[in-house]
């Protein structure tokens, strides 16, 4: 069972640039959340997806945007790129229930550089 | 003033040792608390995931939940080189709230062989 996957791995962007990093759930489950991670720092939630809508967000700029597919996989976008965007960016993925709360599973992350 | 705080140490321990990881948590609405271990230049694996107060084992680890205190605790027994990792805590309400978690700023445990 393949757990969250991310691609690409590493990226280096130049400062203007926009980006697309990707993320495919683990099996079953159906909202995913991103979260950026700067160096020494704890995650920082950014959006959650479920039901391609964006059910919840924190506090971001909007050059921050996202997409959910029908297959439950993702896309994070961020426009007009800023060196403090320099970050791991996270993708966790859960289900949602309304009688469950159930645990969200990180992928491995994508480290963005922005030069 | 952060919704959950973390010494970021870094936390230094012989192998064999018990290590104690704490959090403390300022908003009364949470009710799930989670303890997640990252390795370097890797993403956080969930270790523990509690609900309310109480405590929680999964072998070598337990997590206890105080709401009285908003405190969360980690222990670790006879801990192992392989431990050696960034801790995180995390926190986050009820269903109807939403999926956000808030994560602490993580500490950094290092085990000596």
């Known amino acids: 069972d393949a757990g969250v996957t991310q691609s690409p791995t590493h990226l280096i962007k130049t400062r203007g640039q926009q980006v697309t990093l990707r993320c495919s759930p683990k099996?079953?489950?159906?909202?995913v959340s991103w979260y950026q991670q700067a160096l020494g720092q704890g995650p920082q939630f950014i959006f959650q997806?479920?039901?391609?809508?964006?059910?919840q967000r924190g506090n971001f700029p909007d050059r921050f945007s996202g997409h959910q597919f029908p297959n439950y996989s993702s896309e994070l976008n961020v426009n007009a790129l800023l060196l403090g965007d320099s970050a791991l960016y996270l993708c966790?993925?859960?289900?949602?229930?309304?009688?469950?709360?159930?645990?969200?599973?990180f992928g491995q992350g994508t480290r963005l550089t922005v030069v | 003033q952060k919704e959950v705080e973390q010494d970021p140490g870094p936390l230094s321990v012989p192998e064999g040792a018990i290590v104690s990881l704490n959090c403390t948590y300022s908003?009364?609405?949470?009710?799930?608390f989670m303890w997640y271990r990252q390795y370097s230049r890797k993403g956080p694996e969930l270790l523990m995931y509690t609900y309310s107060s109480g405590n929680k084992e999964d072998g070598r680890f337990t997590a206890q939940v105080d709401k009285s205190s908003k405190y969360i605790s980690l222990f670790i027994r006879d801990s192992q080189p392989s431990d050696s990792a960034t801790y995180l805590c995390a926190s986050k309400g009820a269903y109807n709230q939403g999926g956000k978690l808030i994560f602490g700023q993580g500490t950094e445990l290092s085990v000596k062989p």
């Open positions: 099996s079953g489950h159906d909202t």
């Open positions: 997806y479920y039901e391609e809508e964006e059910r």
């Open positions: 966790a993925s859960s289900f949602i229930s309304p009688s469950l709360n159930t645990e969200a599973f």
């Open positions: 908003n009364s609405a949470f009710q799930y």
